[in-house]
């Protein structure tokens, strides 16, 4: 999966996101934003993590503001990957 923040407009920023990882495992590569691109603001070195089976991620806020993420495709695995993510939704109770 590229290089993303999980920045969908109905996600709540504050609260943690949880993620569970099952079966293969797989690495995970937090990037800074000022540190993205050949004309990067910054000298930030990435932060690699392993994803292993029964693994849970926490991000706390304000990581996903400041960090994107990616998971490199591993070509030698054929093992089945799944993954279950948790993000609190903001409901617009105005409507
Ligand atoms: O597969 C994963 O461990 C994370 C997937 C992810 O970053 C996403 O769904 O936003
Ligand atoms: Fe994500």
């Not at 495709?73 to 109770?93: A, E």
Request: proline share 7%.
């Amino acid at each position: 999966m590229g290089e993303h923040r999980d920045d969908e407009k109905e996600l709540d920023p504050l609260c943690p996101i949880a993620s569970v990882s099952l079966g293969a495992p797989r690495d995970f590569i937090f990037r800074h934003r000022d540190a993205r691109g050949k004309q990067s603001l910054r000298h930030i070195e990435p932060v690699k993590l392993e994803l292993a089976h029964g693994s849970l991620l926490l991000m706390n806020s304000p990581t996903n503001t400041f960090w994107y993420h990616s998971l490199p495709v591993r070509k030698k695995s054929s093992l089945p990957r799944i993954n279950l993510t948790f993000r609190r939704i903001v409901v617009d109770r105005k409507k």
